[in-house]
């Protein structure tokens, strides 16, 4: 193991949290690239001398290369330590998935709050379409823990991280992986799925050369690109869900500001949907819309009979 002096390493820190400051990237990133993959407990540059020695896993000229992979390549942080947090979670990622974000954990609170409020059930079929890493997939597991849950994407290398997370965070018995495009491999469910979320690509095409180089450069195009409006996915996903969900079962998916409007438009005008709402985020945007499969008597909700 390379070792360095306390004050060789809080040099290196320094130099690199003025170039974080100089790149516009938060200075906070270099003590977590420190802890994360040079080994170094944040503690210990504080309560040690300078001249004491500390071991590091990597080299202080190996750290300084992923850091400028951070500045030159703008590679995410996520990327260059291999995880990311999400709830309570920590969770593998890599460039072959999105890296999930902090608002997409509403959908599961969203699912919550729905179960309390209606009399949908927590047991049999769940779905999680476009699933990347996996991560609503295990949120779902967690909170309907006597439901099964089914998650599909059509990236084999999104599916083999998924796997990884599901795996890692106890629920392989509860999660199957599909691979495909949407609700095509389910078609053994139709008719059956209590619920169905989804966090399709939504960027439209022309915005997606203006997303942060973060974004842009390092992460799927194919979990970006939501086709020349955004909405192509979603608008497939809509007219899908209805041949596999139950009457009285949830649709519920993440979109873009200023796309509700139109997608609810869409859901008031579909014969098999009902109730159709959107849902603000935490900073007051509208980012997901949910409806119920319609009954025949064109109510919104069911007793279910498990």
């Not at 990237?25 to 503690?43: K, M, Q």
């Not at 850091?67 to 390549?73: E, F, Y």
């Not at 947090?85 to 902090?102: E, G, K, N």
């Not at 599901?166 to 209590?194: D, K, R």
Request: hydrophobic share 40%; aromatic share 6%; net charge negative.
């Amino acid at each position: 193991m390379p070792t360095y002096s306390v004050q060789a390493i809080l040099q290196w820190r320094l130099q690199a949290q003025a170039s974080a400051v100089a790149h516009q990237i938060p200075p906070y990133e270099v003590d977590v690239l420190l802890c994360e993959l040079g080994g170094v407990e944040r503690l210990s540059l504080v309560q040690k001398l300078p001249h004491e020695l500390l071991n590091l896993s990597l080299s202080l000229p190996e750290l300084a290369q992923c850091w400028q992979q951070r500045l030159d390549q703008r590679q995410p942080l996520q990327h260059l330590i291999g995880y990311t947090a999400w709830r309570q979670w920590t969770i593998q990622v890599s460039p072959d998935v999105l890296i999930p974000r902090p608002e997409t954990e509403q959908i599961v609170d969203i699912v919550a709050t729905t179960l309390k409020n209606s009399a949908l059930p927590r047991t049999g079929h769940w779905v999680d379409l476009g699933t990347g890493s996996g991560i609503l997939a295990c949120g779902l597991a967690q909170l309907l823990p006597e439901a099964t849950i089914h998650a599909v994407d059509c990236s084999e290398a999104a599916l083999a991280i998924a796997q990884k997370n599901i795996t890692q965070l106890g629920f392989e018995q509860q999660i199957t992986l599909y691979s495909g495009n949407w609700w095509q491999p389910l078609t053994h469910l139709q008719g059956q799925v209590q619920g169905m979320v989804a966090n399709p690509p939504y960027i439209p095409t022309a915005a997606i050369d203006s997303l942060q180089p973060e974004v842009r450069d390092h992460e799927p195009a194919i979990a970006l690109d939501g086709g020349s409006d955004g909405l192509q996915a979603i608008h497939q996903v809509m007219h899908s869900a209805p041949d596999y969900l139950r009457p009285g079962g949830l649709w519920l998916i993440e979109l873009m500001q200023g796309q509700a409007p139109q997608v609810l438009q869409w859901l008031a005008q579909h014969p098999a949907y009902a109730a159709p709402e959107a849902i603000l985020d935490w900073s007051g945007t509208e980012r997901f819309v949910l409806a119920w499969r319609r009954r025949e008597d064109g109510s919104r909700e069911t007793e279910f009979n498990n």
